[in-house]
């Protein structure tokens, strides 16, 4: 299963781009799965591209950290515990399923929220590799995978106690977060409860261990390593800024209808309404020419096509399609020609309800135009920036000497695992935000 799905996962999130984190993760990844139970598999590990707080695993062998859970870290315990946890799932040979149509549309998943089944299909195509970050353990081996990763992650030398801790963050982030449910949480039990047990765990497995003093935790060389990591979304993978939608990488841009939710993924954009009735899927067609992407699309869904006319998109040749996805759903497609790709929308809609849709997909897609306002272009994701506490003082204190934003500052607690009110001494190592710049 791992071994199939693995280019979908990459082509979905890509990989961070980072080679002394990805050796990090894979030197720590190989080192465990030699000592878990079933140490023959042949494990990979990887760091992906998403701000979304997340780890997970893939049976067959395929274990994914996001940038996003790497940035709340605290020190190397804390991501070997998790990285036990994961590989737990593995050695335990635990099978996942797909979550609920209603937690997938809490997080963010267009697909689910659709209302009809007929087009959810449709959208849901894409989403093998999105759907596999979001898959679901049952509780039971969920408390099995903690167990394991409180047992490796002390046998190759670390301090349980801090996998324990780090559910507080998980747990910080979950009522920070408002409506959108993190997805470690979404998919794992409840944080407060796996405090408490993997704490007794830890000091069992302690107990058991050769020379416990001896474990590790190594809060700074987890820090300098992940300094300069990218932090939150990434606006040069494409943003929304007052319903217009700005892909500063491949410079283009395109409205979105009013109060519409779009998600943004590195294999598609979706965009649907509140009551999930309609929905514009916007992608790259792999197609050389306009002709052979209308012929890819037509034969990839059987589309039965009602018209078919050649256009121009302020300035960029183009063929708008109406065609039936079925005999319930329609369609409205246009595949545009643009600096080398072609780009391809479809709006979706009910056949009954088509009419009424029309117009706001063509607007949306005949507005699509090259993006050429640099203060667009120019828009980067934050990094972490690991600082020394300069002098004696609260967290607060250090925040307000580093210029940190104070509309931020309970996130950056949370990013450090910390209380604003906590004391720090002069030489801690702590991490801030600094405004990105687009270099590595
Ligand atoms: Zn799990």
Redesign the pocket.
């Known amino acids: 299963m791992g071994l199939a799905y693995d280019p979908q996962v990459i082509q979905e999130f890509g990989m961070y781009d980072d080679k002394k984190m990805q050796d990090f993760i894979n030197e720590y990844g190989k080192k465990m799965g030699a000592i878990s139970h079933r140490s023959k598999v042949e494990y990979q590990f990887r760091v992906l591209d998403s701000p979304v707080v997340n780890a997970?695993?893939v049976p067959g062998g395929y274990v994914y950290f996001t940038r996003g859970i790497m940035a709340h870290f605290n020190n190397e315990a804390e991501f070997a515990g998790v990285l036990g946890?994961?590989i737990g799932?593995i050695a335990a040979r635990h099978s996942a399923q797909q979550q609920s149509q209603q937690i997938l549309a809490q997080i963010g998943f267009i697909g689910a929220m659709l209302a009809s089944e007929k087009f959810r299909q449709y959208s849901d195509l894409a989403e093998t590799g999105l759907g596999l970050m979001f898959l679901k353990?049952s509780r039971n081996?969920?408390s099995q995978?903690d167990k394991l990763g409180v047992e490796y992650s002390t046998k190759i030398g670390y301090d349980a106690h801090q996998m324990a801790g780090f559910f507080n963050t998980i747990k910080r982030i979950q009522d920070g977060s408002g409506s959108n449910i993190p997805t470690f949480l979404s998919?794992?039990p409840d944080p407060g409860d796996r405090f408490n047990r993997v704490n007794e765990l830890a000091t069992k497995e302690q107990a058991k261990a050769s020379s416990p003093k001896d474990l590790q935790v190594n809060r700074d060389r987890y820090l300098r390593m992940i300094d300069g990591l990218v932090y939150g979304e990434d606006p040069q993978q494409g943003y929304v800024e007052k319903d217009i939608f700005y892909h500063p990488q491949l410079k283009f841009q395109f409205p979105t209808p009013k109060s519409w939710q779009t998600v943004n993924s590195s294999s598609q954009v979706q965009i649907a309404p509140q009551d999930g009735k309609a929905a514009i899927i916007f992608t790259l067609s792999g197609e050389k020419t306009l002709a052979q992407a209308k012929q890819a699309a037509i034969s990839a869904d059987s589309l039965k096509v009602l018209e078919s006319k050649n256009i121009s998109v302020n300035g960029n040749d183009g063929i708008a399609l109406t065609a039936d996805l079925n005999p319930q759903v329609r369609l409205l497609m246009y595949l545009i020609q643009f600096n080398g790709n072609i780009y391809k929308f479809t709006g979706l809609a009910e056949t009954p309800n088509f009419n009424g849709y029309e117009s706001t997909f063509a607007n949306c897609f005949k507005g699509f135009k090259s993006l050429t306002d640099q203060s667009k272009i120019n828009v980067f994701a934050d990094k972490i920036k690991i600082v020394t506490v300069a002098k004696d003082g609260t967290l607060s204190d250090v925040l307000k000497a580093n210029n940190q934003d104070s509309k931020r500052y309970e996130e950056i607690a949370t990013l450090n695992g910390m209380q604003l009110n906590d004391k720090l001494k002069k030489g801690t190592l702590i991490k801030t935000l600094a405004k990105g710049d687009g270099k590595k």
Do not use: N, R
Request: hydrophobic content about 25%; overall charge negative; aromatic content about 18%.
């Open positions: 997970f695993a946890h994961e799932h353990f081996h969920e995978s998919t794992h």
